[in-house]
């Protein structure tokens, strides 16, 4: 008999979400490093948590591992296309990458689903 499998919490008692804040303060503190680290952590603990694969993409980036990062925010767009920072994160990504065109396909889609991002907007005006 298959025993149903109750969802993991993600509260202030689960330890991903610990790990997630500790990794947040760090982050915010520009100490990407030990952000991924506790990051890195948490995301094996809560593989589909969106919200600690886009601090792990931040961080990474932050490290200059964009193609790491890149795959960070791309696992979030799959997940959610219309999650406008992921969007702008990932085309960021893409042309630090020297994948241009395709990034700036990215942050042109960001602008359009929030059209008051003055940030948006601004990335837009700095790739031609």
């Known amino acids: 008999m298959a025993v149903a499998r109750r969802a993991p919490a993600f509260d202030d008692q689960s330890e991903a979400y610990v790990l997630f804040r500790r990794a947040t303060w760090f982050l915010d503190r520009r100490h990407p490093g030990q952000a991924a ?3 890195e952590r948490a995301l094996a603990l809560e593989p589909g ?3 600690i694969r886009e601090a792990l993409g931040r961080a990474l980036y ?3 591992q964009t193609d790491r990062a890149a795959a960070q925010f791309k696992a979030i767009v799959d997940d959610v296309p219309d999650n406008d920072y992921a969007q ?4 960021r990504c893409l042309v630090r990458m020297g994948r ?3 990034g700036v396909g990215r942050l042109r ?3 359009a ?3 008051h991002s003055r940030l948006y907007r601004e990335a837009l ?3 031609g």
């Not at 702008?88 to 085309?91: E, N, P, S, T």
């Open 62 to 64: 932050a490290m200059g």
């Open 49 to 51: 948590r969106n919200s």
């Open 113 to 115: 689903l929030a059209p």
């Open 100 to 102: 241009t065109d395709e």
């Open 37 to 39: 680290h506790l990051l």
């Open 125 to 127: 005006g700095g790739t």
């Open 88 to 91: 702008f994160a990932l085309g």
């Open 109 to 111: 889609l960001a602008a």
